[in-house]
């Protein structure tokens, strides 16, 4: 989990970030936010304990959809990992 809320922390800094949402499976979501650094947890506006794997692409939108100003949120892309196969942007090559 030190790895997952140090990555973390690295994007949300380097992506000077006011606010971010976060979610993970209820398992490790404490985990992963007790590892965080507390000048990024401060800015965590929105934390889901979920787990999204087999959730339709509807449902996640809604569930992080601001529903305040009307307007879906701004998603940050993902980092290039070879390690997990993705492509920039997240999604798989």
Same mark, same amino acid.
């Given at each position: 989990? @030190?790895?997952?809320?140090?990555?973390?922390? @690295?994007?949300?800094?380097?992506? @000077?970030? $006011?606010?971010?949402?976060? %979610?993970?499976? @209820?398992?490790?979501?404490?985990?992963?936010?007790?590892? +965080? $650094?507390?000048?990024? /947890?401060? /800015?965590?506006? /929105?934390?889901? %304990?979920?787990?999204?794997?087999?959730?339709? /692409?509807?449902?996640?939108?809604? #569930?992080?959809?601001? #529903? $305040? #100003?009307?307007? !879906? +949120?701004?998603? +940050? =892309? +993902? !980092?290039?990992? =070879?390690?997990?196969?993705? %492509? !920039?942007?997240?999604? #798989?090559?």
């Amino acid at each position: 989990m @030190k790895n997952i809320a140090k990555t973390i922390n @690295k994007i949300i800094r380097e992506e @000077k970030c $006011d606010g971010w949402h976060l %979610a993970a499976e @209820k398992a490790i979501n404490g985990q992963i936010v007790d590892c +965080l $650094d507390a000048e990024v /947890k401060a /800015k965590l506006e /929105k934390n889901i %304990a979920a787990d999204f794997t087999k959730v339709e /692409k509807s449902e996640i939108i809604n #569930r992080f959809f601001d #529903r $305040d #100003r009307g307007t !879906p +949120l701004r998603a +940050l =892309p +993902l !980092p290039h990992h =070879p390690a997990c196969g993705s %492509a !920039p942007g997240g999604s #798989r090559s």
